[in-house]
Structure formats: structure tokens, C-alpha cells
């Protein structure tokens, strides 16, 4: 058993389909069709990760993300058919880890899981600093002055990248690689967004960051220590 | 294509008062060319300019009307007073002649001279005694010269002697005895013979009267002063009133015109103001009328288009859901195909590999109805064009070692950067090399980048079946295929060209084609270095040097450039008549202008019986509000001056004798 995959999506078929692949990878599924039981099959369930469609009966994607998100930092991945509207930004903002546009390949899609579920087997200790904040990487936990900082995986990851190269800037493209597992060049507003929605978390003010400091033109870089 | 180039050019040595004056014209023509633009512009500067111009025209011509009559009227009451006068006059100087007893000497002269002018008192008429042979015989003071009495008169007196003649003249005084001068004055001379019994023969003598029209002349300059600062009040005044009329006007008909403007510049709610019940509330009314009309047919064909956009929209994501089941469950069949027999397993694989074409089929035409929709945007960054086209020839070898083919590059060693949507210039150039090795039959493709200071091109040449005549403007029509029987063997989706070009178009670029058969192809990619500038000319020539018929470059006619600012959408290979280009351009259907550049094609073709086309794609977005103006005529003011006759002076004594015979 890799992990635990609930599926919300409104096509019987798609979700059927999906449960069949991820089946055939070793993960064990649950289907929800509507928008209002999303929630509640979430909490019954406890999955490690929920694929979510954007389009549904009765609550809409994007709340059904809202409200799993409030409740925890588990990954969501967003199933969407429209790829350049404003919908996967207000997906991502909503609290979704990433993305997969329709029509899409059985093998992108688990690459996707599998990338949001990987976790190192034994991390080894390690104490990261970064602005005023002290990152225990094994512990899975962000502390600043004492008090924790709660993140998603996805958060803790892409800080986590950052600091243990203060020196370096990463620009876009490496963050998806190293962060998401994008092995090519992929949109880069995942990137973006999540940068907000650390630094709405980890900064003092997010309007002048120190933790994760912009550098124009190339990336992103850790504030110093 | 006819944008005209100006060349100026100094003068040589001592060309300083050449250009000096050439400066001076320069101005001279601004300025003339201003008024011109003002006249033409204003209708009110008009009306008030020709008001002026009759109304002085009338005013003129009272005037003079008026100055002759009264002049005539005074000068005839002058008459009928001093005629009478000079009558009873001479009559009684007769009288005293007669009663002389012997031949009268000076004193008699002076005293009967005397005694007539007396009569009148002081300021009275001069009266003068002359021979017939011009000497003076008697005279009053101050004396008249004998220039007064013009010599037509006096010969009518000696031809018609017992006849009184006048005669209007202009008075000369000899100098006084105390040397002063008298200023000659208008005056009337009435004159007639005396005779003085000398024994049984006759002296004869002639007697005038000199009456003096200095007031006559004082009063008439008074009338005149007065009519004409009359006259130029009216014209005045009737010049503002014409000013303000055409105002009351103008002003709505102005109004009119910004409102217009201001509404085909998108804000469809302006309105006119409806006042009153006259011919401009009509005006506005209709204005108003055809405003609302328009402004709901818009929101219609608005609200048609979102349907659109949003019906494109929902189909996308009614395909995309059950295309993914299918693809998935393709994939699930496909992993595990060496399980079924033969017959199967082949099915699994065709059904997979047409699923890919399905799917970029699909994702094109979404991207076509993107721009379609006017939807898609440009996300310009500054980028190095090496770089893409590294990444894309790179990413091509594969295709073209499996081909037999190299893909070889000319690239400067300086940086190429262009403000461009690297997303959108690496599928263009992607499908451009992809294409070029795919029709390039085994030959090597040669990828060239040259940049000049305001465009990169960068062009893509192949030797392989190239493009029949005519072709080269088909090649980006959507599904067009070179030859419909020809197997495809990459399964390119039809779109890929017409999407390349949309996306030039976007970056305000340009793409073309040339080739000739058997000799290759060349496509050709400029694009701005500025996001939105306009490109003059490309950095690299559409048709190659080593074409194999040379004569194409004059043939296809280059280089291409903009037609006009505003008529920017219509393209072709040869230099059209501008007249079409811009009726191409006003029509702004792609259609419309590829239909008639096509033809243009064709005439080229037979004109030149080159094998080589070429088809350049002047790709801008074709403004609506685009509009040509019809170079007005400069209606030249043709309110001919009439021109016042030269008013006389009225008042002035003719000089011509007018003869009154006594009645």
C-alpha cells in the first residue's frame, strides 16, 4: 500500500477510470461525484492525498479545496479542463499543491501523486536557519522565537529547497524541478503563488519578505540567516 | 509600398541663399497651408468671410449710388441758382454799357465789374471782364487766372455769341498784391459776350461769373464721410451677426461631431442633448436614434461572442473529461497489449497513437479559437533568440538523424534579444524546423538568425519538394495540405502554420514564404525587437541567395513593407496599387485579403513566369476604426471678389464742360 488517494470528481467515468490506474499503481482509492460530501468522505477516509476537480455539483472545487485545506496540509492536486483561465490560479491561492490539465496521461497523472506523496524514507536530523526562523527537517516543523509555524508539505518543502542553499537563487523552473518534480519546464505561477501563500505564513510582513527574498529577473533566494 | 521616400538634398557651393530661401518658401508654405487648413476646417470662418465680402460688395456699390446722386442734386441746385444770377447779371452790365456815352475805358470796366459783384456782397461770385483775344479787361480781387476759364468754353462764347455757357472748372487765383496765394477751389464759370457801342462799331467783351463750390465740396465730403463710415458699420456689424448665426449653427453641429467621435471611439452611451423642437433636435434625435441602435446591436454581437467564447469554453471541457477516460483507459490497454492476441494488440496501438493526434488536434483548434476570440496574450520577456533556436534545433536532431538530414545553424555571435512569448516563438519555430525536415527529403535544413537594431528574423531554409507557384500564401490557410493524396507521415494536425502565423501576428510580426519547386523552401520569422514596434524591413531576405532561379527577388518584389499606418492588414508579394491595398486593409476580413492577394499571386506568376512565390503576411491587427480619409479636394474659395468699382470721387468737379444751353 504506497498511500491513500481520494478522487472528487463529477464524471463517473473519469473517477472509475482514475481509481483503476491508481489501483493498478499500488494506491488505494476512494470516489466522491459531489461537491457537498467531498468534505465528509475526506474526514472518513483520511487519505494522504485528494485529486480534485474543479467542476462540481453542488459545492465548487474550489471551496471543497478551501475548506480540506483549513483542516489540514494534506496535497491536493487539481484536475482541470481549462488551462489558461483564471481557475488554476484561484485553485492554487485555494490551497492546491498543483495541477493536472485534462486530457492528460495516466503516467503524468501519477507522476503528479507520486511526487506529492514522496517523502524522504529517514530524513536525517538536520537544523536548518532561515531569517528568524529555525527549520527542524526530520521533525517536520517550522518554529520562529519558540512558536510553530504550521505549513503544508508542499510549504515546508519549498522553504525547506530554499534554506539548505541560502547562497544560491533558484529561479522558477528549478523550484518546480526540485520542489514539485517537474522534469521539464512547467507554469511557473505554481511557483508564484506558493511563494505568497509561504510568505503570508512565514514573514513578518509579506509586503517587504526577509525570509524568502525576490531577486528580479532570476528567482527566488533565502533571506539571510 | 509606395510609401514614398524623401530625399533631401543641400545645395552645393553658394547654396546658403538657396537654402535660406528655400527656408523662407519652407515657411511661406507652412504658414499659407495652415490658413488653408483653417478655411477648410472652419464653416463658420467661411460664412463670415463671404458675408463680408458681399456685404461690402453692396454696401460699396450704395455708396457710390448715393455720392453721385447727391452730388448731382447739389451741384444741379447750384446751377438753377447761379444761372438766373449771372443771366440777370449780364444783362444789366449790358444795360450799363449801353448807356455809356463813348467807348469804355478801364474804369468803366472796373466799376461795372464792380457793381455786379457787389450786389452780392462779400463772399459772392468773382466776376471778370476778359477780350476775346484773352486779355483781362476788368476784374474783382482777388483775380482768377486764365487757366479758370477753360478755352472750350470760351470758344462757345465766341462761336454761339448770343448764347450764356457754363462750365464747371477749378478756380485759380493770381497772387494778391501783397503776394498772398489763394488755394484753387472747384468752382463754375457761367459766362456770356457784352458789347460796348464804340462809336458805330462794337467792343466786344466777355463777362463770367466765377462762383465758387468750396462748400458744395465741404458738404458733399461730409455726406461722403458719413456713408462710408455707415457703410463699414453695417459691414461690420453684418459680419458679426453673420459670425454669430453660424455659431448658433455650428456650435451643435460641433457638438454633434464630438459626440460622434467620442461614441466610434467605444463609449457607446453619449448622447446628444435634444432641445427644442427645430432642425438640430431632429439632429439629435436621430443621432440619439441611431446611437441606441448601434450601441444595442453591439451589446448583441458582445454577448454573442461570450456565448461564443463560452460555448468554445464548455465544449473544450465537455471533450476534455470523457477524452481523458478514454485516453486513460487507452493507456491501461496499451501496458498491457502483449496480453492479447495480435488483432487486439494492434488495435490498442492504433487506438493510442490516433488518441495523440486526437488530443493535438483538439488542443489546436482550442488554441485557434483562442485567437479567434481575440483572448490569447502575449507574455513578452526579453529573450535571446539563440537560445530558442538552440533549444528547438536540439530538440529536433532526433527527428531529422531518423530523416537523414542535419539541421545546420548560422547564428551571429552577438546576442539576439527580442521582447517575445518564448512559449509562443519556440512552437512557431519548432513547427517551422519539424516542417522544414519533414519536406526537406533527406537535405540538410540551415537555420539563420540576423538581427538588426529594430527586428530579429530568423529564417528557416530547406532543399527539399519546396512550394508550387501560388503556394506559398496557401501554405498558412488552416488544413491546407500541399498535395491532398500525399500519404502524411507526421501526423501534424494542419494547424500548426496558421497557429505560427497568429502568433507572429501577435508579436506584431511578420511570417513568409517563398519556395520554388524542387528548390526548397524558405520560411521566414521577423519579429520586433519591442514588443508592438513596427518592422520596416526584415534583417534577412525572404527569397535565399542560393535559390535556384535568381530572378525571383525582382519577381516576388521586396522588400515588404508596411502599406499605411492605418491599412496595415492587407499583404502581398508584389507592390499593389495602394487604392486596393487599402480597400483590402478597410475591409479587414482575412479572408477577403488573402482571396485578393492570391489572385495577385497569380498575375505575378504570368507576368514574370517565375517559378518562385513568396507571401509575405503583414501581420498586424487590423484596426476597425481604421478609416481613410478621401484626400479632400481643397475647394478652392471661389467667392470671386467682386471686384467694387474703383469709387470716383464724386463731388469733384468734372473736368469735361457740360454744356447748359440758357434756356
Not at chain 1, 517550522?142 to 508539505?153: A, E, M
Not at chain 2, 494778391?176 to 457801342?197: F, I, S, T, Y
Request: charged share 25%; aromatic share 4%.
Amino acid at each position: 500500500m504506497k498511500g491513500r488517494v481520494l478522487i472528487v470528481d463529477d464524471d463517473t467515468a473519469l473517477a472509475e477510470m482514475l481509481g483503476i490506474v491508481l489501483r493498478n499503481e499500488g494506491y488505494e482509492t476512494s470516489v466522491v461525484t459531489r461537491g457537498d460530501d467531498a468534505v465528509q468522505t475526506y474526514r472518513e477516509f483520511k487519505p494522504d492525498l485528494v485529486l480534485l476537480d474543479l467542476m462540481l455539483p453542488g459545492t465548487d472545487g474550489i471551496d471543497v479545496c478551501k475548506e480540506i485545506r483549513a483542516e489540514s496540509g494534506i496535497p491536493i492536486v487539481m484536475l482541470t479542463a481549462k488551462s489558461d483561465t483564471v481557475d488554476i490560479v484561484l485553485g492554487l491561492e485555494a490551497g492546491a499543491d498543483d495541477y493536472v490539465v485534462k486530457p492528460f496521461k495516466p503516467k503524468e497523472l501519477v507522476a503528479r501523486v507520486r511526487a506529492r506523496l514522496r517523502r524522504t524514507d529517514d530524513p536525517k536530523p538536520e537544523r536548518l536557519e532561515i531569517g528568524e526562523l529555525v527549520i527542524d527537517v526530520a521533525g517536520h516543523s517550522v518554529k520562529r522565537n519558540g512558536t510553530t509555524i504550521s505549513l503544508t508539505p508542499l510549504e515546508f518543502d519549498l522553504l525547506t529547497c530554499l534554506a539548505r542553499k541560502p547562497w544560491q537563487v533558484f529561479s522558477r523552473e528549478e523550484l518546480l524541478e526540485r520542489v514539485w518534480g517537474y522534469r521539464h519546464a512547467a507554469d511557473t505561477r505554481l511557483v508564484n503563488v506558493h511563494v505568497q501563500r509561504l510568505r503570508s505564513k512565514v514573514e513578518k510582513d509579506a509586503e517587504n519578505p526577509e525570509v524568502i527574498v525576490t531577486v528580479r529577473g532570476v528567482g527566488y533566494k533565502a533571506g539571510p540567516a | 509600398m509606395t510609401s514614398g521616400v524623401s530625399v533631401e538634398r543641400a545645395g552645393g557651393p553658394g547654396g546658403r541663399l538657396a537654402r535660406a530661401l528655400s527656408t523662407a518658401g519652407v515657411h511661406v508654405l507652412r504658414a499659407w497651408r495652415r490658413v488653408v487648413y483653417v478655411w477648410q476646417r472652419s464653416l463658420q470662418l467661411r460664412v463670415v468671410a463671404a458675408t463680408l465680402t458681399l456685404s461690402f460688395a453692396v454696401v460699396a456699390l450704395l455708396g457710390i449710388t448715393l455720392t453721385r446722386q447727391i452730388t448731382d442734386d447739389l451741384l444741379k441746385q447750384q446751377l438753377d441758382t447761379a444761372v438766373p444770377y449771372a443771366v440777370a447779371g449780364i444783362g444789366q452790365a449790358q444795360q450799363q454799357l449801353n448807356n455809356l456815352a463813348d467807348e469804355p475805358d478801364h474804369a468803366d470796366r472796373v466799376q461795372i465789374v464792380e457793381d455786379l459783384a457787389a450786389q452780392d456782397g462779400e463772399g459772392g461770385p468773382a466776376v471778370v471782364m476778359l477780350r476775346p483775344d484773352g486779355g483781362t479787361a476788368a476784374t474783382t480781387t482777388p483775380q482768377p487766372a486764365d487757366s479758370t476759364f477753360p478755352a472750350d468754353l470760351r470758344a462757345r462764347i465766341q462761336e454761339e455769341p448770343d448764347q450764356l455757357w457754363w462750365a464747371y472748372t477749378t478756380i485759380e487765383f493770381l497772387p494778391g498784391l501783397g503776394g498772398e496765394q489763394l488755394e484753387n477751389q472747384p468752382g463754375m464759370v457761367v459766362g456770356g459776350q457784352v458789347r460796348a457801342p464804340v462809336g458805330a462799331a462794337e467792343e466786344i467783351f466777355e463777362l463770367y461769373y466765377v462762383f465758387s463750390l468750396e462748400e458744395t465740396e465741404q458738404t458733399l465730403g461730409i455726406v461722403r464721410t458719413a456713408l462710408w463710415t455707415a457703410g463699414l458699420l453695417v459691414v461690420l456689424l453684418l459680419g458679426a451677426i453673420a459670425g454669430l448665426v453660424t455659431r448658433q449653427v455650428v456650435t451643435p453641429v460641433r457638438m454633434a461631431a464630438s459626440i460622434a467621435g467620442r461614441f466610434s471611439a467605444g463609449r457607446l452611451s453619449e448622447r446628444m442633448t435634444v432641445r427644442g423642437k427645430d432642425d438640430m433636435s431632429k439632429l439629435a434625435m436621430s443621432f440619439n436614434q441611431m446611437a441606441g441602435s448601434l450601441q444595442k446591436q453591439i451589446a448583441e454581437l458582445e454577448e454573442l461572442s461570450r456565448i461564443q467564447q463560452q460555448f468554445a469554453s464548455d465544449v473544450s471541457h465537455e471533450l476534455r473529461t470523457p477524452l481523458t477516460t478514454v485516453r486513460m483507459a487507452a493507456d491501461v490497454l496499451h501496458e498491457s497489449r502483449e496480453d492479447f492476441d495480435p488483432v487486439v494488440q494492434r488495435a490498442a496501438e492504433l487506438l493510442q497513437a490516433q488518441l495523440d493526434r486526437f488530443e493535438a488536434l483538439l488542443s489546436d483548434l482550442l488554441e485557434i479559437s483562442r485567437f479567434d476570440a481575440g483572448v490569447a496574450v502575449l507574455n513578452a520577456e526579453s529573450v535571446d533568440m539563440r537560445d530558442l533556436v538552440y533549444s528547438v534545433t536540439d530538440s529536433c536532431n532526433q527527428l531529422a538523424g531518423r530523416r537523414g538530414s542535419e539541421v545546420r545553424i548560422e547564428i551571429p555571435a552577438e546576442p539576439c534579444v527580442a521582447e517575445i512569448d518564448e512559449r509562443r516563438i519556440e512552437r512557431v519555430l519548432r513547427n517551422l524546423v519539424i516542417n522544414a525536415i519533414e519536406h526537406g527529403e533527406g537535405r540538410d535544413v540551415v537555420v539563420r538568425v540576423v538581427a538588426n537594431d529594430q527586428a530579429v528574423a530568423v529564417g528557416i531554409r530547406d532543399y527539399g519538394v519546396g512550394l508550387k507557384p501560388g503556394e506559398a500564401s496557401l501554405v498558412f490557410h488552416r488544413f491546407w495540405r500541399a498535395d491532398p493524396a500525399r500519404a502524411r507521415t507526421t501526423g501534424g494536425t494542419g494547424l500548426g502554420l496558421a497557429i505560427s502565423l497568429e502568433d507572429a501576428r501577435l508579436h506584431g510580426g511578420w511570417l513568409q514564404a517563398w519556395g520554388e519547386p524542387g528548390g526548397g523552401s524558405h520560411f521566414l520569422l521577423t519579429l520586433p525587437r519591442t514588443a508592438g514596434d513596427d518592422i520596416v524591413a526584415s534583417p534577412l531576405p525572404l527569397i535565399p541567395h542560393d535559390a535556384m532561379d535568381d530572378s525571383g527577388l525582382s519577381g516576388v518584389g521586396s522588400p515588404y513593407q508596411r502599406v499605411a499606418d492605418d491599412a496595415t492588414d492587407g499583404w502581398s508579394a508584389e507592390p499593389l496599387d495602394l487604392t486596393e491595398e487599402v480597400m483590402s486593409g478597410a475591409a479587414g476580413a482575412a479572408n477577403a485579403d488573402r482571396d485578393t492577394t492570391d489572385a495577385d499571386d497569380g498575375d505575378q506568376d504570368e507576368s514574370t513566369g517565375d517559378a518562385a512565390t513568396a507571401a509575405a503576411f503583414d501581420v498586424d491587427v487590423p484596426d476597425p476604426h481604421a478609416t481613410f480619409e478621401v484626400a479632400d479636394e481643397a475647394t478652392a474659395p471661389d467667392a470671386a471678389e467682386p471686384d467694387p468699382d474703383e469709387p470716383d470721387t464724386p463731388g469733384d468737379v468734372p473736368d469735361d464742360s457740360v454744356e447748359v444751353r440758357r434756356a
